[in-house]
């Protein structure tokens, strides 16, 4: 048995991720990022790649930055870009962008306000003048259970949600050809209403809060919310 974070799913991640619409994800990026006439995107959290792939495929200019080099290792066979191995609450890598995309909840694991707060500030130090933000959250409801399978892979996930503390900590065992493989990862939840708060604190202006990769506007009840900011001239 081994237990695993990124760092050791790093090899799995594409294939335990195969049902994932990352086309669908993208298609909705690139409608947001196409009428604010987006050149340039670094993608935080960007973990394997999937989407700075194809948002290079389709003519951006794409850079990345996440915190686990054994993830980005796998996303360098996949891209053109620059990828930096960085703390997405504190880093520095003196070039602007157009837009700041971060996707699949790679925000949430931000686990307090106060590193929240860091990364936004971090994003609006990196984003040229009125560039813009999209920020993919997770929102779960309560405590919950799935057991799935695909291909030779079977998933069982077993998740707990403390609205008190707004934590949500996952358990996760894979079995791949006979071998067994425990993740466990701990998230915390933002809500809309503080996320508005806190891009308004660090000198973005939140525009819309779409729920699930639609255009459709977000509420409490959405599975995930992808906000959209302005940064403040
Ligand atoms: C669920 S994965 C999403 C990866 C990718 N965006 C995707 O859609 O497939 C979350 C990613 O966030 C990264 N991550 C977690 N905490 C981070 C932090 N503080 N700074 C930068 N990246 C972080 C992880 O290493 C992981 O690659």
């Given amino acids: 048995m081994e237990k695993h974070g ?9 294939r335990v991720n195969q049902n994932k ?18 050149k340039t995107v670094l993608d935080v959290g960007c973990g394997t790649g999937n989407h700075m792939q ?42 602007k962008y157009d837009a700041i995309v971060s996707l699949f909840a790679s925000f949430n694991h931000l686990k ?7 990364a936004l500030k971090c994003f609006k130090e990196h984003l040229n003048k009125e560039g813009i933000l999209v920020i993919d959250l997770h929102n779960p ?12 892979i079977e998933r069982k996930m077993k998740w707990k949600y403390n609205p008190e503390t707004k ?12 071998r067994t493989i425990e993740d466990a990862h701990t998230m ?28 459709n506007p977000a509420s409490s009840e959405s599975k995930n919310i992808q906000v959209l900011a302005k940064a403040k001239k």
Avoid at 68 to 89: F, H, P, S, W, Y
Avoid at 144 to 150: R, V
């Fill in 54 to 95: 194809i948002l290079e495929k389709r003519g951006f200019k794409c850079d990345g930055i996440d915190i686990n080099q054994e993830m980005l290792d796998i996303a360098r066979k996949k891209v053109k870009g620059e990828l930096t191995q960085a703390d997405m609450a504190n880093f520095e890598l003196n070039r």
């Fill in 112 to 118: 307090n306000l106060e590193k929240a707060e860091k």
């Fill in 188 to 215: 915390r939840i933002y809500s809309i209403k503080e996320m508005k708060s806190l891009l308004e604190k660090t000198g973005f202006s939140m525009q819309k809060a779409y729920e699930n990769f639609s255009f």
């Fill in 167 to 178: 934590i949500e900590h996952t358990k996760v065992t894979f079995k791949i050809k006979g």
């Fill in 21 to 38: 619409d990352y086309i669908k994800e993208t298609d909705f990026l690139e409608r947001i990022l196409n009428k604010e006439d987006v």
């Fill in 6 to 14: 990124y760092k050791d799913l790093a090899h799995i991640y594409d």
């Fill in 141 to 152: 409801k309560g405590n919950g259970e799935k057991h799935e399978k695909f291909e030779d």
